[in-house]
């Protein structure tokens, strides 16, 4: 790779783990390229998993005020939902994501056979935000999902392919319609309201993000069934679809615990609870009048679930 530069690249790491998705790394990182002689023209690469995607595109958002960077993901969650979209930045102490930009890269190249040192959990835990695509967006995808259930967790390439593809092109859609999330964009947190609780409440340590996701699909799944806006036979497929593609960590929480901490959720302006539905098979919307009571029911359903058949 390095023969294709005019100059050798700087290689910078970044230790591998959400707490190094700080403000601390990024002084660092900023000023090893400082001391690298970075400039105005100089092209930052991002080359790893979410992780480095999101600190990667905020230096570059920030250094100089700005310089132009690509994105190479090398997990399938990057792959499918971290490096599209233009979303970067790191955490604080008191929360997930509080800093960061809109920053959209140059370009980004999704190779799939970098993909086969990835862990089996990583895979499937990626696999769940595509699951998730289909549900909001591509009723196609959740068939091809349910049909080769086998080839994509074998990682053949043609199926991986296809499902890389389909995420993208749906998120990549849904941003381009609406890149300031102030309204469609918001379809794209199904799960995620109950999933950001569940990963607060185990402290970001038990459970990936797309297996937090997972189970937050589990409950709003059984919500959109009791208002009606999905039938019973849907709520099974799509629930079994989840779990085709699982097993997801066993939960040990309390629900009301849970339902309190979706109350510092960042969807939620002015104290409306936003929460996304599925509409069906490939089609989901926001609703603001999901009551403490229903949200209980949905997440006691799915902690049911969790306890008993997974542990
Ligand atoms: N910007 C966005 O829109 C957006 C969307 C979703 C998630 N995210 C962020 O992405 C992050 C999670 O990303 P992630 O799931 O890729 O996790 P990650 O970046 O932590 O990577 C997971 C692990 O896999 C390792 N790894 C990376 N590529 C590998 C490979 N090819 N083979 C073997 N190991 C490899 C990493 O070193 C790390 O240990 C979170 O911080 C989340 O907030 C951002
Ligand atoms: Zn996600």
Request: avoid cysteine.
């Amino acid at each position: 790779m390095q023969q294709s530069f005019q100059d050798a690249p700087v290689v910078l790491f970044l230790e591998p783990g959400e707490k190094h998705k700080s403000l601390a790394s990024v002084e660092r990182l900023l000023r090893q390229m400082a001391q690298a002689g970075a400039d105005r023209g100089s092209l930052l690469i991002a080359f790893g998993g979410g992780i480095v995607g999101d600190v990667g595109g905020f230096l570059a958002a920030i250094y100089m005020r700005g310089i132009p960077y690509i994105q190479v993901p090398t997990t399938f969650l990057a792959q499918v939902d971290s490096s599209v979209g233009g979303k970067t930045g790191v955490n604080l102490p008191e929360g997930k994501n509080l800093v960061g930009s809109f920053n959209h890269p140059l370009a980004v190249f999704a190779d799939i056979s970098v993909l086969g040192t990835l862990p089996d959990r990583e895979l499937r835990a990626g696999l769940m935000e595509s699951v998730k695509a289909g549900i909001i967006r591509d009723r196609t995808l959740v068939r091809f999902m349910e049909e080769h259930v086998h080839e994509v967790l074998g990682r053949d390439p043609r199926a991986l392919e296809k499902v890389i593809a389909a995420s993208i092109r749906m998120k990549a859609a849904v941003v381009n319609e609406d890149e300031r999330e102030s309204g469609l964009r918001m379809i794209l947190n199904l799960g995620h309201t109950v999933g950001h609780a569940i990963e607060q409440a185990t402290h970001y340590k038990a459970l990936l993000h797309g297996e937090a996701v997972g189970w937050g699909m589990v409950a709003a799944l059984y919500l959109a069934r009791k208002r009606g806006t999905i039938s019973a036979h849907q709520f099974e497929r799509l629930e079994s679809l989840i779990h085709l593609y699982g097993p997801l960590p066993p939960l040990k929480l309390r629900a009301a615990k849970l339902v309190a901490a979706t109350g510092a959720d960042k969807k939620n302006v002015g104290g409306v609870r936003r929460f996304v539905l599925p509409l069906g098979i490939g089609d989901a919307g926001v609703v603001e009048d999901v009551t403490a009571a229903e949200l209980e029911a949905a997440v006691g359903y799915m902690l049911a679930q969790a306890g008993e058949k997974h542990s």
